[in-house]
């Protein structure tokens, strides 16, 4: 995005071994012995020059405008002229005509469905630009991914699957190093960590706040260090360079067929010669650069959105500027093709001391009154199908290893591929067109139509005790946010099966769509549980497009489902029994439990009164209405699917005409509220749970009024937060906010609101330092939130807006479904405790995020015709005692199959430094306890992005200004492979990558 600024494996072509024995030789990232690709690969700088790094280079959004298709054929022109199948053939060809040009290419999506299109004289000549470091891979994730409403954990699956198309296709010459992060709409501390710890010498990025920039420019501190991990110290530290023009050329100076630029006229006998005139402009502009930066060196990135169609045209000018720029009497500078890693590694060599940075670059402003915060919130319903579907990916993943499933499953690769594919910057963050949004829609729900059929197969072979089963399948049940499930509706038996994909126990409440009054649940031991029959709202029964026959929900608890295994329950419904049907309960106004009270005011506002803590909370709706302008000037912005901003800022109260019904049971108390004809909520409060839960739904945002509106729950307690906050980065370390701030410079805010709004990917709070309390909320799906008052979180659910925002994508953020305007249903998690006891208030903090990000997954199985002896005589129905849980502080991050006879493996310590007392300790652990189904023969391990073993690593070494060196600990001590195979330590907020060798 420019704004205004099914295949199988391929054969393995390099570097991949099986052997028995040493585990050194499960696989080998090797070099082929012509190769001089990465530093060894970079053009001799001159030492009393200014270097011009010339960077050839596209940007390919794999989708906006057009789908990933469209873009990569080609088609849909008057939409937008690009071709990415074009950009890549008629590149190769140009950079085969001479040895000194260079190209750099990043998305490994496009890169991948052009590699399979091409002949093995192609292939061999792609391979040797790749070993010469003529053509080098840039990143390497499935796509340019976002940093601001992405999940770690779909971030690292998609840069491990697009380093291993690489690995596998090209060889380690194709093993990225530099982090290019040139589009996405600000940057997140995590990001930066991540890409440290895959092992990522530096990264360049392209947007920072205007303010940030200009100051980092006037003082030359827009080269530095981010320290991006207070708990990882070193490992996560990454060099990073801020691009001076984005990542556009020189004005004047794009030679494309998409561009109107002059091209180089050399002719002496032209009375069009340009070349004087073209040089002296390309000289002011270096030079105004270079001024800017601290070395010899500058960068200048030729290219731009899906440039390099026709590739002739950018090689030929460039050979020109290099020719005659070169040539001039008495040049001071020195031009030549590059790439990033060569001038990173220019820069290296200068061996300067550099500045630092802690925090992170949240929000992004492009100008006074453009603040891109509302891509927190665009599109809510499609950022919890990609929520929802990196919940069953990993379920996938781990069900294909416990199954024994084929590691090269072309439905699993397909999926991983989707889901890589909605991390895009403009697909996750909403920020495409809609019938763009609809294609990734498409493609996501085919792979989990796909993993449906994998998880079913793998589940009759998990769980059967005999080699002949009755005919029995597994469905899932995607709908569940609507209470709709055919399944549960249809059959007045069936067997519950619940996955979890989590390292420890996991206890949880099931709730599944009935029409029934009154059922027999029976779990692994043939014992009756506890049950509960709940209506289901009006308002949800009414969803737009909702087809279910289901009026009521099936309420019962789940008890320790075990680590990596399940639970199954068997339900029958009970024909002429007694009714369990909740009726509403008239004569209560609250519901409550030994830790709240809740209730509703008669202006529709919900009160929780803390019985254990002096904690006070009112949560309520409101709504900003959304400014509207030509975008000619920058205070007529309208308010988009990028950017948030509110027509004024003062918020607008929701006029509260609905009503609210109370039902309790043995085992959940709910509140049903609708505030208008728009928005509603559900509360619960379950016997075993802490949290308290809102279910809220939201829409059709009404517009007949033509003002678009972007709502808001505001959550407003008693606390004295002194104006701080605490949000997320990416699902993981928390990272502190303060209103009105800047920790890198004294800012300006003409929008007072969207300038606070930060990305909240799975949890924000706000802590009374005084008092010792802490208050949490934590959210199903990236919003932005953001604390405008002491003691008050405020989360946006979803936004409706007639005008576009003028930043590319060409129309107003008006989602619609079933012929009206979109329904989306969500939940928060409201907790709230003591600070004093640190270990347990945020063990349940994360316990909870999880449980949102991860939570069992539910299969059902039609049972007409077995009764419950009969299924438990073909079925077990635990998994209980095969694996014993991880301690509280450690997760299984991945568990899938890789190559043959191995399985990729990742352990993560889910505390940072100081957050508790004894879960911020190290951990050890042994991997065979968290493998009991195999013999494991070795075990290795690799960087974060499983492409290259920990002790080959060595990253480059920078210096702050600080004097602390730049501390690495893979490079002091690269060597961790466990010192007796299988047992190892995680320290506070590790990722430890393995590659594990196992037999059945």
Not at 249 to 254: A, D, E, L, R, S
Not at 300 to 311: P, S
Not at 347 to 367: E, G, I, M
């Given at each position: 995005?420019?704004?205004?600024?099914?295949?199988?494996?391929?054969?393995?072509?390099?570097?991949?071994?099986?052997?028995?024995?040493?585990?050194?030789?499960?696989?080998?990232?090797?070099?082929?012995?012509?190769?001089?690709?990465?530093?060894?690969?970079?053009?001799?700088?001159?030492?009393?020059?200014?270097?011009?790094?010339?960077?050839?280079?596209?940007?390919?959004?794999?989708?906006?405008?057009?789908?990933?298709?469209?873009?990569?054929?080609?088609?849909?022109?008057?939409?937008?002229?690009?071709?990415?199948?074009?950009?890549?053939?008629?590149?190769?060809?140009?950079?085969?005509?001479?040895?000194?040009?260079?190209?750099?290419?990043?998305?490994?999506?496009?890169?991948?469905?052009?590699?399979?299109?091409?002949?093995?004289?192609?292939?061999?000549?792609?391979?040797?630009?790749?070993?010469?470091?003529?053509?080098?891979?840039?990143?390497?994730?499935?796509?340019?991914?976002?940093?601001?409403?992405?999940?770690?954990?779909?971030?690292?699956?998609?840069?491990?699957?697009?380093?291993?198309?690489?690995?596998?296709?090209?060889?380690?010459?194709?093993?990225?190093?530099?982090?290019?992060?040139?589009?996405?709409?600000?940057?997140?501390?995590?990001?930066?960590?991540?890409?440290?710890?895959?092992?990522?010498?530096?990264?360049?990025?392209?947007?920072?706040?205007?303010?940030?920039?200009?100051?980092?420019?006037?003082?030359?501190?827009?080269?530095?260090?981010?320290?991006?991990?207070?708990?990882?110290?070193?490992?996560?530290?990454?060099?990073?360079?801020?691009?001076?023009?984005?990542?556009?050329?020189?004005?004047?100076?794009?030679?494309?067929?998409?561009?109107?630029?002059?091209?180089?006229?050399?002719?002496?006998?032209?009375?069009?010669?340009?070349?004087?005139?073209?040089?002296?402009?390309?000289?002011?502009?270096?030079?105004?650069?270079?001024?800017?930066?601290?070395?010899?060196?500058?960068?200048?990135?030729?290219?731009?959105?899906?440039?390099?169609?026709?590739?002739?045209?950018?090689?030929?000018?460039?050979?020109?500027?290099?020719?005659?720029?070169?040539?001039?009497?008495?040049?001071?500078?020195?031009?030549?093709?590059?790439?990033?890693?060569?001038?990173?590694?220019?820069?290296?060599?200068?061996?300067?001391?550099?500045?630092?940075?802690?925090?992170?670059?949240?929000?992004?402003?492009?100008?006074?009154?453009?603040?891109?915060?509302?891509?927190?919130?665009?599109?809510?319903?499609?950022?919890?199908?990609?929520?929802?579907?990196?919940?069953?990916?990993?379920?996938?993943?781990?069900?294909?290893?416990?199954?024994?499933?084929?590691?090269?499953?072309?439905?699993?690769?397909?999926?991983r591929e989707a889901m890589g594919m909605m991390q895009h910057h403009d697909a996750i963050t909403g920020t495409e067109k809609q019938k763009v949004a609809s294609d990734y829609a498409r493609i996501l729900y085919a792979s989990v139509h796909q993993a449906e059929h994998l998880n079913s197969d793998a589940l009759r072979k998990i769980l059967a005790k005999e080699p002949e089963q009755p005919p029995v399948k597994f469905y899932s049940c995607l709908q569940l946010n609507i209470s709709s499930c055919k399944p549960t509706e249809e059959n007045k038996q069936f067997v519950v099966t619940l996955y979890n994909s989590q390292s420890r126990l996991v206890s949880t409440y099931v709730r599944l769509p009935v029409q029934g009054n009154s059922y027999s649940v029976k779990n692994s031991t043939g014992t009756e549980i506890t049950s509960q029959i709940v209506p289901i709202p009006e308002t949800v029964l009414n969803i737009p497009g909702r087809k279910s026959t289901a009026t009521k929900e099936l309420v019962f608890y789940a008890d320790e489902i075990p680590p990596l295994g399940y639970l199954s329950f068997y339900v029958t419904e009970k024909v002429n029994h007694q009714n369990d049907y909740i009726n509403e309960v008239q004569s209560d106004t609250s519901i409550g439990n030994s830790l709240y009270d809740v209730s509703v005011t008669s202006t529709g506002e919900i009160q929780i009164q803390w019985k254990n803590e002096k904690m006070k909370l009112v949560q309520s709706y409101h709504y900003y209405e959304g400014a509207e302008g030509n975008n000619k000037i920058f205070a007529n912005r309208s308010s988009g699917a990028y950017i948030f901003r509110p027509k004024k800022p003062e918020i607008n109260n929701l006029t509260y005409s609905g009503s609210f019904k109370i039902y309790k049971g043995p085992l959940v108390q709910e509140i049903h509220q609708t505030i208008n004809d728009w928005v509603s909520q559900v509360l619960r409060i379950y016997n075993m749970g802490k949290q308290i839960e809102f279910h809220w739904l939201v829409g059709p945002i009404p517009v007949g009024d033509k003002i678009g509106k972007e709502l808001v729950s505001r959550y407003s307690s008693n606390l004295k937060s002194e104006g701080t906050f605490y949000t997320d980065s990416n699902g993981r370390e928390m990272i502190k906010r303060l209103r009105n701030y800047r920790p890198t410079w004294q800012v300006k805010l003409a929008e007072p609101v969207s300038g606070n709004y930060y990305p909240v990917t799975s949890k924000i709070y706000l802590e009374d330092p005084k008092q010792g309390l802490r208050l949490n909320v934590l959210n199903d799906r990236a919003q932005g939130g953001t604390s405008m008052q002491d003691g008050e979180l405020e989360l946006m659910l979803h936004r409706r807006l007639l005008s576009d925002d003028a930043f590319g994508v060409g129309e107003a953020l008006n989602e619609e479904a079933f012929g009206k305007g979109l329904v989306a249903r969500g939940t928060h998690y409201i907790f709230g405790a003591s600070t004093t006891d640190k270990d347990n208030l945020v063990l349940e903090e994360k316990t909870l995020a999880l449980k949102l990000a991860l939570q069992p997954w539910t299969f059902v199985s039609p049972a007409v015709n077995l009764t419950y002896d009969e299924w438990k005589k073909f079925y077990k129905m635990t998994s209980a005692g095969e694996v014993k849980a991880l301690p509280p502080n450690v997760h299984i991050l991945t568990l899938e199959p890789w190559k043959e006879g191995t399985i990729l493996l990742r352990l993560e310590h889910l505390f940072e430094v100081n957050e508790a007392q004894q879960l911020s300790q190290p951990v050890t652990l042994n991997i065979t306890d968290i493998l009991p189904w195999f013999t494991v023969t070795s075990v290795h391990e690799t960087t974060l992005g499983a492409n290259q073993w920990l002790e080959d690593e060595q990253r480059l070494k920078w210096e702050s200004e600080a004097n602390d060196a730049y501390r690495n600990d893979l490079n002091t001590n690269p060597q961790r492979v466990p010192e007796d195979g299988t047992t190892i330590t995680l320290k506070p907020m590790e990722i430890r990558t393995f590659i594990v060798e196992i037999k059945q």
């Open positions: 995005m420019s704004g205004i600024t099914v295949p199988l494996l391929l054969p393995l072509l390099f570097g991949y071994f099986l052997t028995s024995g040493n585990c050194a030789h499960i696989q080998t990232f090797t070099r082929s012995l012509e190769s001089t690709c990465g530093y060894a690969a970079c053009p001799t700088i001159s030492k009393d020059k200014l270097n011009i790094h010339l960077v050839p280079h596209t940007h390919d959004d794999v989708g906006w405008l057009k789908t990933v298709d469209q873009y990569y054929f080609g088609s849909q022109s008057l939409i937008q002229k690009a071709g990415v199948q074009y950009i890549l053939d008629t590149v190769i060809e140009e950079l085969l005509k001479d040895p000194q040009r260079r190209f750099i290419y990043v998305e490994t999506a496009f890169l991948w469905k052009w590699w399979l299109r091409q002949n093995d004289e192609v292939r061999q000549n792609v391979k040797t630009l790749i070993n010469e470091g003529r053509l080098e891979i840039i990143s390497g994730g499935w796509s340019m991914n976002d940093e601001g409403s992405t999940h770690y954990h779909s971030v690292i699956d998609q840069f491990t699957w697009g380093f291993r198309r690489l690995n596998d296709t090209f060889g380690t010459c194709a093993r990225p190093h530099i982090g290019w992060q040139i589009d996405p709409f600000g940057h997140s501390r995590e990001q930066a960590s991540m890409f440290a710890q895959m092992g990522f010498d530096g990264m360049f990025i392209g947007r920072l706040d205007y303010q940030d920039k200009l100051k980092r420019l006037s003082e030359k501190s827009a080269e530095f260090i981010w320290k991006a991990s207070p708990s990882l110290g070193g490992k996560a530290d990454l060099f990073t360079g801020v691009l001076f023009n984005n990542y556009s050329p020189p004005p004047g100076f794009c030679f494309d067929v998409l561009c109107a630029d002059e091209p180089l006229i050399d002719d002496p006998d032209s009375p069009d010669n340009n070349i004087a005139k073209r040089i002296d402009s390309f000289l002011n502009f270096t030079g105004e650069q270079a001024r800017h930066y601290r070395t010899n060196n500058a960068i200048l990135t030729m290219g731009g959105d899906f440039t390099y169609q026709h590739a002739q045209m950018w090689f030929k000018n460039l050979d020109s500027l290099i020719r005659y720029t070169n040539a001039r009497n008495g040049s001071t500078v020195n031009v030549f093709y590059s790439t990033p890693s060569c001038y990173l590694k220019a820069l290296h060599d200068a061996n300067l001391k550099w500045p630092t940075k802690t925090d992170d670059f949240f929000p992004y402003a492009s100008d006074p009154h453009a603040y891109w915060t509302g891509y927190f919130t665009s599109r809510p319903t499609l950022k919890f199908f990609e929520r929802m579907g990196n919940n069953l990916l990993q379920v996938c993943k781990q069900l294909s290893v416990l199954a024994h499933l084929d590691s090269k499953d072309e439905h699993l690769s397909h999926f």
